[in-house]
């Protein structure tokens, strides 16, 4: 497209010239080529120069400023990301931890429904007047006066015992 362009800038036409092709043709890249090399003209002239540099005998000098530095800077960049990473770990265990008190308070909260369930059900179980109607209803009547035996009621000396047989301890032999 360029070509092209330079070609009509430059007036060439082509279909004016005479002759064969290949003249045609090399006429038509010859007057391209004139197009483009004045196209190229200005301050400064393009010069292409071609050098070519064998860099595999060169060693390069150690630095020992810039080692300091890259050591330096590895040692610092390597801190950094183990406050990093510790950061990282106590920020997820302490978002795991609230997790886990979370649970515990729900499994809680939850005994102590159980709980409370508990205790009504005992309440109800130990009502005086509900154990009297159940023993109403199998036949049972109330004690009469010397049916009742306390554990926590003093002993008298005088009063009847049953007699209880005890095994006979290996010294009484």
């Known amino acids: 497209m360029a070509t092209q362009a330079i070609a009509a800038q430059a007036g060439f036409d082509y279909g004016r010239s005479g002759g064969s092709g290949a003249e045609r043709a090399l006429e038509r890249n010859q007057a391209l080529m004139a197009a483009q090399m004045r196209a190229r003209r200005g301050p400064t002239p393009e ?42 770990w106590q920020h997820l265990g302490a978002i795991e931890y609230g997790y886990h008190i979370e649970s515990q308070k729900a499994q809680l909260r939850q005994l102590e429904e159980q709980n409370r369930h508990l205790r009504l059900n005992e309440a109800q179980l130990v009502d005086p007047g509900r154990i009297d109607q159940l023993a109403r209803q199998y036949g049972m009547a109330a004690p009469t006066p010397g049916q009742v035996v306390r554990p926590d009621a003093p002993i008298d000396p005088n009063a009847p015992v049953l007699a209880e047989a005890h095994p006979l301890l290996p010294a009484m032999r």
């Open 47 to 88: 010069a292409l120069i071609t050098k070519r540099f064998d860099n595999s005998r060169l060693v390069k000098a150690p630095d020992p400023q810039r080692t300091k530095e890259m050591r330096t800077f590895g040692c610092i960049m390597a801190l950094m990301l183990g406050l990093l990473m510790t950061y990282g």
